[in-house]
């Protein structure tokens, strides 16, 4: 059965609005490196302004620490990496893993597992290696 | 896997189609100015007037799919993607994790939108109330002004951050004061997580934190940990049943630790775990019935007795065809004129030179009759006539030359002869042996059954640990620095040093001695690595015939116990964590168990380095921001914890913060109860719906001529709302 076509009109689209094709879908890399870039004119411009209100060495100090703090922007509400060391837990289990097998680099939690990591095929080996985000460029 | 009463199977849910619902009515609101709200998420869009007590919802993605069947292009949106197979390939989202990137869906988006709510008017003529990521991106926000100035003639648009707002609509003030509530605010979206502070009910931005991992994350990081552990699953695992599985079976631990201890034990493991029951087909098998069955035995069987009866009339015939030509031959050579060229005439007729030849066909002819007879069934003749060598024991002198060869030809067949009895005694004397070893055995096992026993036990542990032994030197061969490998190099180089050869035998003039001595040429077997000798499969034999012994009589030596099994074993820690179910079972081998996927999944927010993103986790940003503050605001913070978003609803969260808060935090400050949002996926709309409805809103938008005037980056600066660009 032909589902019944709903192609309804649309008043409320302004039809002299013609868009500009050309400047649409910028990728994701462009445009943080976009906001990178006015977020650096935007702090050079408020150094500029605190400079040429002639202040005193100390008190330029704080407000550019005031003006640091101020500006927000997508990049720099990013969190921070971490800087807890890291809890290691078995690549295969998900236990914890006091090991680590020095062919593969995976971590794994007692000798059983290290059973089955023995007899994996390197393709597999490295699969679990990327799902912890290590991605062994040579091998 | 049953316990009693609860079953742990659950089944993967078949995706049901969406209905089609005709569009809301525009006639309330035709020529009002009731602000129209928008809650533009990553995975689902939300929009209405804000009159209503609750929006439509609808998948954000759009898909553009040419339909085959009636070869039409279809432009589809939310679920009706559902209807199409082929469209959930296609389809995009305005969203690229966090950024508004895709602008042709968001208008897309916005058109259906507007199509649902019925208007029909010209332009949109409503105040707008829509959401934006924290601290968006610049370029989003000017062409999401930009589209909706521009093509959707807006009067006013008002940008706000959705946490903010449902913080907002659960800490509502009495009507008519300020907002000035106080409170951490932890949101929960698609592709990010933030904390936000907010003092004084003013969000301090720039002191709040975003971490990239949300419920997409998690979502491809679940299917990435299904896919490695059944990497031969049947079936394939799509992410919409990874996410279904992630709202159901995963939660957060509150010590996480601890609970790795716990699954530590097998047995915990097994009662914690979850299997879900995908979707299988059996195979239909053919199966024949019984007199099927008998019936192609029998044809068999007469096919089997065609083909000997054939075989046997053609020997016969070929018999007699051998006796007809033997008579034929003899009567010829009896008649044998005394002419001798007549009988040369004669001989060459049929085909032979002369006399020898026709006498030695005539042999042969006989001596196969001969052979001939004997195999037929009647006739056996056992008895081995010993052929006599009556040359042998005349001396050389008394034969001319052709004596002199039959004799050797003789000497020859006795010796064959004598090789062949001497064989034959010495089979017979082995199978003695080997008899009388057998019931000596079996003595020794009647009268003394565990002596028996243990020592085929000990035998059989011989064997197993010299295989064992084998197996570990050939694993240490092949690791480079091990001391195997270091002595085999060691012998490779000595025997191709030139020096081996010393300097005495050098002297005497004589070659290279290698191989005079029988240990010489154990060398080969030190060298090569890789040959499995025939040592290992006479082992190998040995154990069998051991351990088929012990099974036979003795009742504790169980299959279990053999060297197959005992190798074969897989410990239980992980035959709990991966089941293995039998080869024929279709049902088993489409099953997946969660275990330690359950919270491993959900521990990733607190930690995202599990997962290998670079960043830091829920605990570590909560006590970074906390450490800004002054000790009187972070107690304003602490008291009003609020966590709103879909994925806050994973249970075990709010425990979860609870403990990750309290030790971060001096003992005396007072930390309240983390407080989620009353609905969490619909609390942000309603929050800005109400927000909408008081007389504030009108103060913050940035309506039509300030857009003209300043661009589409700038916006008004509020306590909801962004303040990057903000005025």
């Given at each position: 059965m032909v589902p019944p076509l709903i192609r309804p009109p649309r008043p409320f689209k302004n039809p002299n609005y013609t868009k500009n094709t050309n400047r649409r879908t910028k990728n994701l890399k462009t445009v943080l490196g976009q906001e990178r870039e006015k977020e650096r004119i935007e702090r050079e411009r408020r150094r500029q302004e605190r400079d040429s209100q002639a202040m005193d060495i100390d008190e330029v100090k704080k407000e550019l620490v005031e003006v640091n703090e101020e500006i927000s922007t997508y990049l720099?509400?990013?969190?921070?990496?971490?800087?807890?060391?890291?809890?290691?837990?078995?690549?295969?289990?998900?236990?914890?893993?006091?090991?680590?097998?020095?062919?593969?680099?995976?971590?794994?939690?007692?000798?059983?597992?290290?059973?089955?990591?023995?007899?994996?095929?390197?393709?597999?080996?490295?699969?679990?290696?990327a799902a912890r985000g290590v991605n062994p460029v040579v091998r | 896997m049953d316990e009693a009463g609860t079953s742990n199977i659950f089944y993967v849910p078949t995706p049901s189609l969406p209905s089609i619902t005709p569009p809301d009515s525009y006639d309330r609101f035709r020529s009002q100015s009731v602000p129209l709200i928008i809650d533009n998420g990553s995975s689902n869009l939300r929009f209405?007037?804000?009159?209503?007590?609750?929006?439509?919802?609808?998948?954000?993605?759009?898909?553009?799919?040419?339909?085959?069947?009636?070869?039409?292009?279809?432009?589809?949106?939310?679920?009706?993607?559902?209807?199409?197979?082929?469209?959930?390939?296609?389809?995009?989202?305005?969203?690229?994790?966090d950024v508004l990137l895709n602008f042709d869906a968001m208008e897309h988006a916005l058109d259906y939108a507007c199509v649902r709510l019925g208007i029909d008017a010209e332009g949109i003529d409503h105040p707008v109330l829509m959401t934006e990521r924290l601290c968006s991106p610049l370029h989003s926000r000017a062409l999401t002004s930009e589209l909706m100035f521009?093509?959707?003639?807006?009067?006013?648009?008002?940008?706000?951050?959705?946490?903010?707002?449902?913080?907002?609509?659960?800490?509502?003030?009495?009507?008519?004061?300020?907002?000035?509530?106080?409170?951490?605010?932890?949101?929960?979206?698609?592709?990010?997580?933030?904390?936000?502070?907010?003092?004084?009910?003013?969000?301090?931005?720039?002191?709040?934190?975003?971490?990239?991992?949300?419920?997409?994350?998690?979502?491809?990081?679940?299917?990435?940990?299904?896919?490695?552990?059944?990497?031969?699953?049947?079936?394939?695992?799509?992410?919409?049943?990874?996410?279904?599985?992630?709202?159901?079976?995963?939660?957060?631990?509150?010590d996480y630790p601890a609970v790795l201890r716990s699954l530590k034990i097998p047995a915990n493991m097994r009662a914690a775990e979850r299997i879900i029951q995908f979707p299988f087909a059996i195979p239909v098998i053919e199966e024949k019935t019984e007199e099927e069955l008998t019936r192609i035995a029998e044809k068999r069987k007469e096919q089997g007795k065609k083909l000997q009866e054939l075989a046997a009339k053609s020997r016969m015939e070929k018999l007699a065809k051998k006796e007809t030509d033997l008579q034929y031959l003899t009567s010829l050579k009896e008649g044998k004129s005394e002419n001798k060229r007549e009988w040369?005439?004669?001989l060459q007729v049929e085909g032979f030179d002369d006399d020898a030849a026709l006498d030695e066909t005539i042999r042969k002819l006989e001596v196969d009759v001969k052979r001939a007879r004997k195999k037929d069934p009647d006739g056996q003749d056992d008895v081995v006539e010993e052929p006599s060598f009556p040359l042998i024991d005349v001396p050389d002198a008394d034969l001319d030359e052709e004596g002199i060869k039959e004799k050797k030809k003789q000497k020859l067949m006795k010796a064959g002869f004598d090789a062949r009895a001497r064989a034959r005694r010495e089979k017979e004397k082995e199978r003695e042996e080997k008899e009388a070893e057998e019931r000596r055995e079996?003595?020794?096992?009647?009268?003394?059954?565990?002596?028996?026993?243990?020592?085929?036990?000990?035998?059989?542990?011989?064997?197993?640990?010299?295989?064992?032994?084998?197996?570990?030197?050939?694993?240490?061969?092949?690791?480079?620095?091990?001391?195997?490998?270091?002595?085999?190099?060691?012998?490779?180089?000595?025997?191709?040093?030139?020096?081996?050869?010393?300097?005495?035998?050098?002297?005497?003039?004589?070659?290279?001695?290698?191989?005079?001595?029988?240990?010489?040429?154990?060398?080969?077997?030190?060298?090569n690595a890789a040959a499995v000798s025939s040592d290992e499969e006479e082992e190998f034999n040995q154990l069998r015939i051991i351990?088929?012994?012990?099974?036979?009589?003795?009742?504790?030596?169980?299959?279990?116990?053999?060297?197959?099994?005992?190798?074969?074993?897989?410990?239980?820690?992980?035959?709990?964590?991966?089941?293995?179910?039998?080869?024929?079972?279709?049902?088993?081998?489409?099953?997946?168990?969660?275990?330690?996927?359950?919270?491993?999944?959900?521990?990733?927010?607190?930690?995202?380095?599990?997962?290998?993103?670079?960043?830091?986790?829920?605990?570590?940003?909560?006590?970074?921001?906390?450490?800004?503050?002054?000790?009187?605001?972070?107690?304003?913070?602490?008291?009003?914890?609020?966590?709103?978003?879909?994925?806050?609803?994973?249970?075990?969260l709010q425990e979860r913060l609870y403990g990750t808060l309290r030790p971060i935090l001096p003992p005396e400050m007072h930390l309240g109860d983390i407080v989620r949002a009353a609905d969490p996926s619909l609390d942000a709309w309603k929050g800005m719906a109400s927000f909408a409805n008081t007389d504030e809103f009108h103060q913050v938008g940035v309506t039509a001529e300030e857009y003209q005037e300043w661009g589409p980056e700038r916006i008004k600066r509020w306590w909801g709302g962004n303040c990057n660009s903000a005025v």
């Open positions: 720099s509400i990013e969190a921070p990496p971490s800087v807890l060391p890291q809890r290691h837990y078995c690549d295969i289990t998900g236990l914890e893993a006091p090991y680590t097998d020095p062919r593969t680099g995976l971590r794994y939690h007692d000798k059983s597992v290290y059973e089955l990591i023995k007899n994996l095929s390197p393709s597999a080996a490295k699969d679990y290696l | 209405g007037f804000s009159t209503s007590a609750s929006p439509q919802s609808s998948p954000n993605v759009i898909a553009k799919y040419k339909e085959r069947k009636f070869n039409q292009s279809l432009l589809l949106f939310g679920d009706a993607i559902d209807t199409e197979s082929g469209a959930k390939s296609q389809g995009k989202t305005p969203w690229e994790g521009e093509q959707y003639s807006v009067p006013s648009l008002t940008y706000c951050v959705d946490s903010v707002m449902s913080f907002y609509h659960n800490n509502k003030p009495i009507s008519g004061s300020t907002f000035n509530a106080d409170g951490l605010v932890v949101s929960f979206n698609t592709a990010s997580t933030s904390v936000i502070p907010i003092l004084n009910g003013k969000g301090v931005l720039s002191h709040a934190k975003r971490i990239p991992w949300g419920t997409q994350q998690s979502t491809e990081y679940l299917l990435k940990l299904i896919q490695l552990k059944y990497s031969s699953f049947p079936t394939r695992v799509t992410s919409v049943q990874a996410s279904w599985m992630l709202h159901n079976f995963c939660s957060f631990a509150t040369m005439h004669v079996e003595g020794e096992r009647g009268n003394n059954f565990d002596d028996w026993a243990a020592r085929l036990r000990r035998e059989q542990e011989t064997i197993m640990n010299k295989i064992k032994e084998r197996g570990r030197r050939k694993a240490a061969l092949s690791d480079r620095k091990s001391a195997a490998a270091q002595a085999r190099m060691k012998n490779i180089a000595s025997l191709a040093a030139d020096e081996r050869v010393s300097k005495k035998k050098r002297k005497a003039g004589a070659e290279d001695m290698f191989g005079a001595d029988d240990e010489d040429w154990q060398i080969y077997r030190k060298l351990e088929s012994k012990l099974l036979m009589y003795d009742p504790t030596f169980t299959a279990q116990h053999t060297h197959a099994s005992i190798t074969s074993q897989r410990s239980a820690l992980i035959s709990a964590f991966r089941p293995q179910y039998e080869e024929g079972d279709i049902e088993g081998s489409a099953r997946i168990h969660l275990n330690t996927e359950r919270w491993r999944v959900c521990e990733t927010y607190f930690s995202p380095g599990m997962a290998g993103v670079d960043s830091a986790g829920l605990g570590e940003v909560l006590q970074s921001i906390l450490a800004r503050f002054t000790e009187a605001e972070k107690a304003r913070l602490v008291k009003n914890v609020f966590i709103t978003g879909g994925p806050s609803q994973f249970p075990g």
